[in-house]
């Protein structure tokens, strides 16, 4: 008798367990148990064919499935003779991913954004059955106002959701998420790419820092500029071009100007355009009071952030350093302009992030790292989210039936 029970439970187990590999492959209507749609939710999902028919496979955050190797246990090779195969794919919400052509992220490639639904979509025509590099991480979605700071004590204070400091070997912070940024042409390291990767904090990597100046970044051959932007491509991270001196980021022969026009040729993606903006041709033109004079730099500020937008119309912008001028020493002048761009440059959804540059005679902080009353006032000012929608680029969602 005990052996007939043994056998009976046996055969119900071999039923159960293949009726979870049934499951677990086909997959086709997203109708999952609780435990197989938990780990969807976190998971990419890759297809063969179109509206993620059969076959496909379910691939990990954080991995970077390539044959490239740094010698890195993150990199791992696309599974099941995936590679080059790929046409349609699902990418959960809170997360972002990055396909490309060549198995060190260049050639053709994309970054798609999942922040407020999942995206189900069949991949545009030209990285259809030409994808050989994949990562999938989580994005984070911060409020668009941001610190733009050396000191981490400034940082703590002035409690924005994100920072950056000009570098990349920094760290988040809690509830303060940290952007790195390749400052010159010689981070664009092997090394440094390691260290980014190694940052599973990482989403976003800003670029060089005023390439147009020589005292910052100065590089004056694009070709150099282009390769080395190209080598962070690795990284798998979300990529920010150069941030150039205010005056310089369109218009014929201008730096950045030629550096898209190069960077599209080779097939460089660049995700959003980085800015400076201070007001510079201006500085002594001021009006009656001060609350006129803030309106009027307002008016400047917007007329040359909308002219990059004009020229870059499918690019989000940062602005990554900005303020009234540092030749304006009147708080009040500082305090409305801060006002009058941060309400604007929230309503325009193509603005995705932005940071004051506090100018030495009003700093943010004081020598005890506490905040000025103009720091006070930033840290004050409310902000909405970075993304206000997904980025899906020039994919197709697929319909629902």
Known sequence: MQKKILYFNTIIILILLTSFVEITHEYDDWSLNTTLQNQADKQLCISQTANLGMPKIMLSPDTIYTSYSL??????????????KAISFHLPKGFMVVFAEHKDGTGESACYVASETDIKANLPKRL???????RCIAIN?????GTAQIQLETVKAAKADWFY????????????????MTWGKGSCTDEN????????????????????????????DFSVAVESYKMMQK???????????????????????????????????????????????????????????????????????EKVHATYPDKPIWITEFNANINRTSEEIHKN???????????QTFIERYAYFFPKPLPETNTDNSLTELGKYWAN?????????????DAEIIKKK
């Open 165 to 180: 400091g000009w570098s990349l070997n920094k760290s988040s912070l809690p509830n303060q998420h940290y952007v790195p």
């Open 193 to 220: 790419i390691q260290l980014l990767i190694g940052n599973k904090d990482a989403d976003h990597l800003l670029s060089f820092n005023e390439p147009d100046n020589k005292s910052q970044a100065n590089i004056l």
């Open 337 to 347: 302009f801060m006002t009058l761009a941060t309400e604007w440059m929230d309503d």
């Open 235 to 305: 990284t798998g991270l979300r990529l920010g071009s150069p941030a150039l001196t205010q005056g310089h980021a369109f218009g014929e022969g201008k730096w950045l100007t030629q550096f898209m026009e190069l960077a599209k040729k080779e097939n460089a993606r660049v995700d959003f355009i980085a800015l400076h903006w201070y007001d510079w041709g201006n500085q002594t033109n001021n009006k009656a009071t001060d609350e006129e004079t803030a309106a009027a730099i307002l008016k400047r500020f917007i007329n040359y952030i």
């Open 141 to 145: 979605n911060p409020s668009k106002k």
């Open 128 to 134: 259809q059955n030409n994808i050989s590099y994949v």
């Open 381 to 393: 000012i409310k902000s909405k989210r970075s993304f206000s929608k997904n980025i899906i680029g």
């Open 71 to 84: 010698k890195n246990k993150l990199f791992k090779l696309i599974p099941n003779d995936f590679e080059d």
